[in-house]
Structure formats: structure tokens, C-alpha cells
């Protein structure tokens, strides 16, 4: 590092060069004197030779690594004494790029975190899921992603392609502390599934190989979120024993904070022995286990789906039946693609948008620049005759667009720090793990760093590169303002502006489309009314006094006895799914009808007030009335999409419908026919966005089999309600569980409403940004050209030209500017926008109307722009602009 | 006349200088006095090139300078050669052999 010590001896370093030449020098005099020359030929012969030294020295330095950095110092201190004598150009530039850099920054992070790193686990990018699509059901709903025992174990066994396999189901654990009994979600995991996802626990062990294994003691681990509720975070509870289900366990270990690994409360290791544990399932080998994997080192996805595809192919022809659909594939999708999903392509939206954002900030920038260098083009035309080259001249520019990019870096950095927290608290938790941390972290600020380069160079470099190349003659000579080098860069920083109004008019059609899908999504006819309706998801417990239909009835009676007494209810009703986010489906046989037609519809199960509650009309027929209900009568009331679909225009009413599940399932009437009583009105019954499904409603009477959903209509916000809701349950039965409960309204947010609103907010956020910049923009230039034509202007209006003619002609230069802006943008926006269609629903992604206004507001906001500067042009003094020059 | 005689082909100079500096330290104006003695006058090393070639040489970490006594008793930087110059001199050797001998067979296929 001999350079870095000589950086702070110069003058030793210029004194010893001196000295070092010197004797040279002295040294050939004494030479020539010795061959005899005189002293003073010798002399004059020796300087000839030596040419310039001041020459020389200077190539000396040049060789120098110091002096490379010496000069780069001197452009920094160039730059910054540059920026501070106009600071008002230095915070514009600043805040500007800093916005651009900080939104980048912001999404980045989010992408970082949620698509590249957003779980603990052990190579999770070789972890994959897979799923059995049924070939023959229309849409995507059918098949299944949970397997039977024998064919986890089949595919374990015989699999070729992966490295591991974990295998767990999830079943309530009742915990008595001698107290009370309290209900925890269980993960029982095959004992290998800790080491699979390689996260040590905070304390204690992982399961062994042992556990779980018929006759090895019991034990359990506890998630850390249960450990913090519960325990309040005791550290001595590891090791003692519990009573779950019954029986006593140890608790072996407690998970960190950061993991939620197969989303339990606890976690039991089971070897998949039906029974053990008083695991029991209502049929023999229920597809319950859901598998996750770990591909070999090399495996692709469709690699390991045909082989799997191949092992469960052999397993439905060897026991044909339910279980397996009559054409199905295997597919397999990276455990991160099953949790991130398609929020992946939301994010991937808004990471363009905020690219969009950026390039709009270094035009701006750019254009700033330009303006600057314009004003400054005798100057550096001065610094280039004196000797300064080429290469100096655009490092020179460059190091002051990087000294303004940096210092926007730094801010950018805090905006994205405000910005991360504004945005975590709008994103949407369903489709990210929740083991997801977002913020910012090294790799993140290394990013905005890096951006902050490419900024620099983004907007620097053309307009270095564009004075550089610059004829300096004409700079000299020519007065650096309205002629020759004016109409040059005018072109230039024209198209900037032009670009600007293109960029940020594909942003606003994208923020505008998307606003449009939102509000149509929000205002979708349900044919339902979701307002002031409450939901409460109960599970009576799981014991002797609820094991028959009749049992439940008389709980689920006084329960809705008690919720419809309460004040401020209008109607209460049992279900069993919640609307309109779908149900349960089965495949249907009609009576003296051929089979050979496919029919599949969803079933309800529900009380006599069900059809009142959801304010369904009623078209033909009658609906479940109270004796249906008590007597569990086998009667179905349908909807209408039902009778369109199965009947047409024959009368539905009298015939006879049988679901093929109930044949399946243990406790539901088999070969039972259903007469269909009555016809209602449709409603969405299969999500939001899909068209009514054919639905049957049966009295809930008829079969003991699952939870279910207390529906109440409120004549106040539900919400406040549902703490007495689940006072009566209680009062009824303390030990039922309510999983989950709120307001149907909320639940469409939250299922429905939140992910579209993320985006919106998030895009509609960039796009108001990129409106104001661009605004900037069109002003900064206009009033730039204005100031350019200050001269021009005063001999127009000297020679009679009116105020109004100026005022147009700027308005009228302004608008040619934003209308090329506008075209461009608007073709642009029409070929990119159908990389937003799965962003939007019922929107078109070049829809007209989203279009048109995108247009209007952009000419209004451009008019307002060059309206100020037009206005200045217009009221120019002749006598003052001609003195003036 | 002194004018005349052959220009250093470019990049030669640095493996002149290096070669001449391996023989052990030595002061800039004996370096030129080398070369010009031991290619028998032909080569001239005009100031211009040497001392900003030696300055870069340093820069790379090619060379090392010390202030030492000449016989006369004047004080006068020295250069010698660094370990990283000893291998950079062999490798341009090398080279330099390798182009000679491509050169040469041209000329003779020419002929």
C-alpha cells in the first residue's frame, strides 16, 4: 500500500521526483562535459534532450495509483462544492431519486423475504409437495393433496427420487390440567419430521428414531406461540409430564419463534399405526396423511412427479374404488410455490411497477442534469480546452451524478425503512409463512446499493456523454443560452419528458385497471346479503354424550335457542359451510334417471331458518321446514343453478336425488333418495369469483358427521355479538369449542379483499408518485425552455405578437410534449397490461373506460404543469428580456 | 544521427528496464545508459518514456526505489526488483521468445 503512504507525503514524494530528475540531468551534463563538450553546450544539449520536464513530472504522477485517487477526490470535492452552490437542484435530485430508490428497495425486500427466504428450513427449495389431480372433474377442484397410510408407506418405500419423506396429520389434543380441559391443534409427525426441516429447538431435543414407536415412552414438543400463552414461557415445564387425550407425556423439546413448521399448537411423533394414541378415524384408511418431501440432489419436479405418478397409478389398480378418480395425475409443486402461491405473481407486479417508478426518477433526474450541464457548457468547454480530456470531463459528471445518487441511497434506505413498516402492516399473512420476517437486512441494503449505481449511470452517463461530445467551439463562442447547444439538448430532454409521461401513464392504466377489478370485486352481487351476519364455527366435544345425530340435534337446538334470544338477533341457523367460500361436493345419482351422465353437486346441511337467514328467495316449492328438520326427513331443498343443470325445463319438485358420498361415510344414511321440495335463488357458493354451482340443502338432522357453523343474521355489527355467542354455547356445553368466528364481512376481507387491496394500495401508491414526478417533470422543462426563450419571447412581443399568442404557444408546446407521452404510453400499456390479467377479475385488461380516464387525468395534470411556465412567458417585458441578454 | 536510431517497440521498454534492474540496483540514468550501451547504441531511452515507465513499474509493485550514495557520494534513488517483478520479468521473457520466434518463422516463410 506504497501509494496510500505517498497519498499523505505529497510533498516529499513531488520533492524526491524533483531531485531523482535533477541528478539525472546532472548526470548527462557531467558526461558530455567529460567527452569533452564545453560546460555550456553540455548544459544547453542535456535540457534539449530532456524535453519539457514539467512534462515529464506529469507523467510521472499519472503512473501513480495516488494521484488516480487523487483526482477522483477532486472530482468528489468538484461535485459537492457543485451540488451546494445549487442546492436547490441537489434536494429535487436527491428526493426524487430517493423516492425511486426507497420504493425499489421496499419491494425488493418483500420479494427477498417472502420469495427467496422465507423460512428457516433446511434446504427448502429441494421441498416439494404433491397432489392427485382428478382428470375428469371440471376445474381445479378436484383430487386430493392428503394420502392414506398404505399409500404414504407405498410411496416410501418405492419411491426412486426423494432424499426423505415426512408424513403428518393434524388432530385436536384435549389438554386436562386438572383444572379444565382445553383443545390444542396436534401435528402428529413421523419422527424424522424436525431433522427434515433442520430448525434446533430453543430447548430440549427433537424426536428420535424411537419415538412414536408402539411401547417407547410418550412424548411430545411444544410450539414456541403455545408455550408463550399458555406457560408464559417457562423454561422448567421441559421435562415434565402432561396428560394429553389421557394419557401422560413428556415434553421433550420446545421450537424457537421462527418456526411453525406443520402449523401446530404440539407435536407428537406417530409411525403411522392406525389406533395408536387413540388416533381413530371414522373409516379404514382415510386419505388423512399429508406428505412433504425432500427431492434428490438433482431430481426435477416432473421427474419426481411420474415416478410418484407411476407408484399410486399401481396402488388404484390394485384396489379400485372412491379413493381413486377414474383418470388422475400426480402433481408436484416446491413447497415454497405451495405456501407463496400465486401472491408470487402480485409481488412480481408491483416489483415492475416500482421498476417503472425508478425509471421515471433517473428521467427526471436526467433531465435535471441535462439542464444543469446546458447552463454549464462553457465551463466545461473551458476545462476541456485547457487540456482536460474526454474521459476526465465524463468521470467528472459521472462522480456528480454518483455523490447525488449516494446521498439519495442513504435517504432512500430510511424512506424504504418507513415504507417496509407501512406496507408489512397492509400485506396480506394468509400466503406468507408465517416464519416470514420482512425487512430490511444486508442483502437487501447491498441491493439498494446497488441500484443507486445503476442510477448513476442510468442518469448520468447520457448527459455526460451528451456535453462531452458536445462542439466546444460553439460553447465558447455562443452565448450558452436559446441557440445551437440550447435546440440540442432541447431534443434530448424532450424525449425524456416524453418517455417520463410513457412510463408513468403504464403505471397509472395498471394502478387504474386494478382499482377498477377491486371495486368490482367488492361489489359483486353474492345473491346473498354478507351484511350484518355472524358466523361461529363449533365443535361439540368429541365424547359419548354427542355420538348419535339426535344427541348433536338437541345440543345444536338449544344452542340456536339460546343465540336466537339474544338481543339484536334477527334469525340464527345451523350449517355446514361457510358462504360463499364453498363446501363439501358429491357426485349425484336422480332416480330413474341414466347414470350415464356426470353429475356433481354441493351439499348443506342446514336448519329450518338457513334459507331466511342468507335471504334467499324462494322459487318453487317450499323450504326445510321445522318438522323436515326434527324428523330428519330425507328431503332436499335445491338451488337454481341445480335445476337448471340436472332437470332443465322438466319440474324438479317430487324427484328423487342421492349423494354418492353418504354411501362412503359411516355415519350418514346410506342409499338414501332425497325428494327435492323446493327451488331458491343462486348464490355464490363456490368463492367469489366463480359462477353458482349446483347446491342441495338437507336437513343438518340427518347425520351427526362434522362440526358445524352457527349462522346469525344481527340488526347490529356482529362483532359485538360474538363474545355472547360464546357465552350460550358455553352456557350449553363448556367443553365445546368455537374454532373460529367473526363476521362474514370480515371474512370476505380477509379471503377475498385483502390480497386485490395489497396490490391496489401498493401499485396505486407508485403510480401517485410517478404522477407527482412526472409532474415535476413537465414543469422543470417547460419552465426551463421558457427561461431558455426569455429572449425569443421579448422580440416576438416586440414585434406585436400577444400575450395570448405566447400563452398558447407554450400551452401548445407542453401539450405536444404530454399527448406523444400519452400515445406512447397508452400502445405501450395495451401489450403489457395482459401480464396484469391474473391480477384482475371482471375488468378487461385493456379495458376502455380505465383507459379513457387514465388519458384525461394525465392531460389535465400536463396542462397544469406547463400552465405556470406559460403563464411566466406570457407575462415576459419585451424591454426587460432584450436588456436582459 | 541520434534521431535516428530505432524507437522502442511499446511494451518493450518495461522488460528492458526490468531486465537491466535484475542485474542489481541501479539509478534511473545508469538504466538508460545500459540499454543504450548493451544494445550498442541502438536503442535510445528518451527521459520521457523512462521515468514515468519507472514510476508505473513501482505503482505496480514491479520495482523498489531506495535513496543510496553513488560512488561519487551524491545521493540518488536506486531500483531494484521486487519478487513479483522477478516473476513478471520471466513471464515477459517468455513471451517476448514466443513472438521473436513467431515473427521470425513469418519472415522466413515470406522469403
Not at chain 1, 403455545?226 to 414461557?233: A, H, K, P, S, V
Not at chain 1, 328467495?617 to 335445491?638: M, N, P
Request: proline share 4%; aromatic share 8%.
Amino acid at each position: 500500500m506504497g501509494w496510500l503512504r505517498r497519498l499523505f507525503h505529497k510533498r516529499l514524494v513531488e520533492k524526491r521526483m524533483d531531485a531523482e530528475l535533477r541528478f539525472h540531468l546532472e548526470q548527462r551534463v557531467r558526461d558530455y562535459v567529460a567527452s569533452g563538450m564545453n560546460r555550456e553546450e553540455a548544459l544547453r544539449r542535456a535540457n534539449l534532450a530532456f524535453g519539457g520536464l514539467e512534462q515529464i513530472k506529469q507523467d510521472c504522477r499519472e503512473a501513480r495509483t495516488e494521484n488516480r485517487v487523487e483526482d477522483f477526490l477532486r472530482d468528489f470535492q468538484y461535485a459537492m462544492r457543485g451540488l451546494a452552490k445549487d442546492r436547490r437542484f441537489a434536494l429535487i435530485a436527491v428526493f426524487t431519486l430517493a423516492l425511486g430508490i426507497g420504493a425499489t428497495t421496499v419491494m425488493f425486500s418483500v420479494i427477498y423475504n417472502v420469495v427467496f427466504d422465507p423460512v428457516p428450513y433446511r434446504d427448502f427449495q429441494r421441498s416439494i409437495v404433491f397432489e392427485m389431480r382428478d382428470l375428469t372433474s371440471t376445474g381445479d377442484k378436484g383430487g386430493r393433496d392428503h394420502y392414506t397410510i398404505p399409500e404414504f408407506l407405498a410411496i416410501r418405500e418405492q419411491n426412486h427420487v426423494l432424499e426423505d419423506i415426512v408424513g403428518n396429520y393434524q388432530l385436536d389434543v384435549l389438554y386436562a390440567d386438572g383444572k379444565g380441559t382445553r383443545r390444542f391443534l396436534g401435528g402428529y409427525a413421523t419422527a424424522n419430521g424436525f431433522d427434515f426441516l433442520g430448525v434446533p429447538p430453543i430447548l430440549g431435543r427433537f424426536f428420535s428414531p424411537d419415538d412414536g414407536r408402539p411401547g417407547s415412552p410418550l412424548v411430545f414438543m411444544m410450539n414456541y406461540r403455545l408455550w408463550q400463552r399458555e406457560f408464559n414461557g417457562d423454561p422448567k415445564i421441559l421435562g415434565e409430564t402432561f396428560f394429553l387425550n389421557g394419557k401422560p407425556r413428556t415434553l421433550v423439546g420446545i421450537m424457537p419463534q421462527r418456526f411453525n413448521g406443520y402449523g401446530s399448537d404440539l407435536w407428537l411423533p406417530t409411525d403411522l399405526s392406525l389406533g395408536a394414541d387413540g388416533t381413530s378415524f371414522p373409516v379404514k384408511d382415510p386419505p388423512v396423511i399429508w406428505a412433504l418431501a425432500r427431492l434428490k440432489k438433482g431430481v426435477s419436479l416432473q421427474a419426481a412427479a411420474s415416478d410418484l405418478d407411476a407408484i399410486m397409478h399401481r396402488l388404484a389398480q390394485a384396489n379400485p374404488g372412491e379413493l381413486y378418480p377414474q383418470q388422475f395425475k400426480l402433481v408436484t409443486r416446491t413447497l415454497l410455490d405451495f405456501v407463496v402461491g400465486d401472491f408470487k405473481n402480485t409481488l412480481y407486479v408491483l416489483l415492475a411497477a416500482v421498476f417503472l417508478l425508478l425509471l421515471i426518477a433517473c428521467s427526471n433526474v436526467g433531465n435535471l442534469l441535462l439542464a444543469r450541464a446546458t447552463v454549464r457548457e462553457r465551463e466545461i468547454a473551458v476545462r476541456a480546452s485547457i487540456g482536460a480530456s474526454r474521459g476526465r470531463l465524463i468521470r467528472q459528471l459521472l462522480v456528480e451524478s454518483f455523490v447525488l445518487a449516494a446521498v439519495a441511497c442513504v435517504a432512500g434506505c430510511l424512506f424504504a425503512y418507513v415504507g417496509l413498516k407501512g406496507l408489512v402492516a397492509i400485506i396480506p399473512r394468509g400466503p406468507i409463512p408465517e416464519e416470514t420476517v420482512i425487512g430490511l437486512n444486508s442483502v437487501v441494503l447491498l441491493f439498494a446499493l446497488a441500484i443507486a449505481v445503476l442510477t448513476t449511470l442510468i442518469c448520468g452517463l447520457a448527459p455526460a456523454l451528451h456535453v462531452a461530445r458536445g462542439n466546444l467551439q460553439l460553447s465558447m463562442t455562443g452565448s450558452g443560452k436559446g441557440t445551437g447547444g440550447g435546440l440540442r439538448h432541447g431534443r434530448l430532454r424532450s424525449g425524456l419528458v416524453i418517455a417520463e409521461v410513457a412510463l408513468s401513464i403504464m403505471l397509472l392504466t395498471g394502478a387504474g385497471l386494478m382499482m377498477r377489478s377491486f371495486f368490482t370485486l367488492t361489489h359483486l352481487d353474492l345473491g346473498f346479503n354478507p351484511e350484518h351476519m355472524l358466523y361461529a364455527q363449533v365443535a361439540p366435544a368429541a365424547d359419548e354424550r354427542y355420538d348419535t345425530p339426535v344427541k348433536k340435534k338437541l345440543f345444536f337446538e338449544q344452542v340456536l335457542g339460546r343465540v336466537k334470544a339474544l338481543p339484536s338477533v334477527l334469525t340464527a341457523t345451523v350449517s355446514l359451510d361457510l358462504p360463499p367460500l364453498g363446501g363439501a361436493g358429491s357426485e349425484i345419482t336422480v332416480l330413474d334417471k341414466p347414470q350415464s351422465q356426470h353429475r356433481e353437486s354441493m351439499v348443506d346441511l342446514c336448519g329450518e331458518a338457513y334459507f331466511q337467514t342468507l335471504s334467499l328467495r324462494l322459487l318453487r316449492g317450499g323450504v326445510l321446514s321445522e318438522t323436515d328438520i326434527d324428523s330428519a326427513r330425507h328431503v332436499a331443498v335445491v338451488n337454481q343453478a341445480f335445476a337448471r343443470a340436472y332437470f332443465g325445463s322438466e319440474n324438479p319438485l317430487g324427484q328423487k336425488i342421492k349423494f354418492n358420498i353418504f354411501d362412503e361415510l359411516p355415519e350418514t344414511p346410506h342409499n338414501a333418495y332425497f325428494q327435492i321440495i323446493g327451488v331458491v335463488t343462486d348464490f355464490r357458493n363456490r368463492g367469489l369469483l366463480e359462477p353458482p354451482s349446483p347446491e342441495a340443502f338437507l336437513p343438518y338432522t340427518i347425520t351427526g358427521f362434522g362440526d358445524r357453523v352457527i349462522l346469525a343474521r344481527t340488526a347490529v355489527d356482529p362483532k359485538s355479538l360474538l363474545a355472547s355467542v360464546q357465552r350460550e354455547i358455553w352456557a350449553v356445553d363448556s367443553n365445546a369449542a368455537v374454532t373460529r368466528s367473526g363476521s362474514i364481512k370480515d371474512l370476505l376481507a380477509e379471503e377475498a379483499y385483502v390480497r386485490p387491496q395489497f396490490g391496489l394500495i401498493a401499485i396505486g401508491v407508485f403510480a401517485g408518485i410517478g404522477l407527482a414526478l412526472v409532474l415535476i417533470g413537465i414543469f422543470s422543462v417547460m419552465a426551463y425552455n421558457v427561461a431558455l426563450q426569455t429572449h425569443e419571447i421579448g422580440v416576438r412581443m416586440a414585434l406585436g405578437a400577444q400575450r395570448g399568442n405566447v400563452l398558447k404557444m407554450v400551452l401548445w408546446r407542453g401539450l405536444r410534449l404530454i399527448s406523444m407521452g400519452i400515445l406512447m404510453g397508452v400502445l405501450t400499456s395495451l401489450g403489457l397490461t395482459r401480464f396484469l390479467a391474473s391480477q384482475l377479475s371482471g375488468v378487461s385488461p385493456t379495458d376502455p373506460l380505465t383507459f379513457c380516464a387514465v388519458t384525461t387525468v394525465f392531460l389535465a395534470v400536463g396542462l397544469l404543469a406547463s400552465l405556470l411556465p406559460a403563464r411566466r412567458a406570457a407575462g415576459i417585458n419585451p424591454l426587460v428580456a432584450l436588456r436582459y441578454e | 544521427m541520434e534521431q535516428e536510431k530505432t524507437e522502442l517497440l511499446k511494451g518493450t521498454l518495461d522488460m528492458l528496464i526490468l531486465k537491466v534492474v535484475a542485474f542489481g540496483p541501479i539509478h534511473g540514468y545508469a538504466i538508460s545508459q545500459r540499454i543504450q550501451q548493451i544494445s550498442r547504441d541502438f536503442f535510445q531511452v528518451p527521459e520521457g518514456s523512462l521515468y514515468p515507465g519507472l514510476y508505473r513499474l513501482e505503482d505496480r509493485g514491479w520495482l523498489q526505489a531506495k535513496w543510496e550514495d553513488t560512488e561519487t557520494g551524491r545521493e540518488a534513488k536506486f531500483y531494484s526488483l521486487t519478487r513479483a517483478g522477478r516473476k513478471r520479468l520471466s513471464t515477459e521473457m517468455v513471451n517476448w521468445e514466443r513472438l521473436s520466434e513467431a515473427v521470425a518463422l513469418i519472415l522466413r516463410a515470406a522469403e
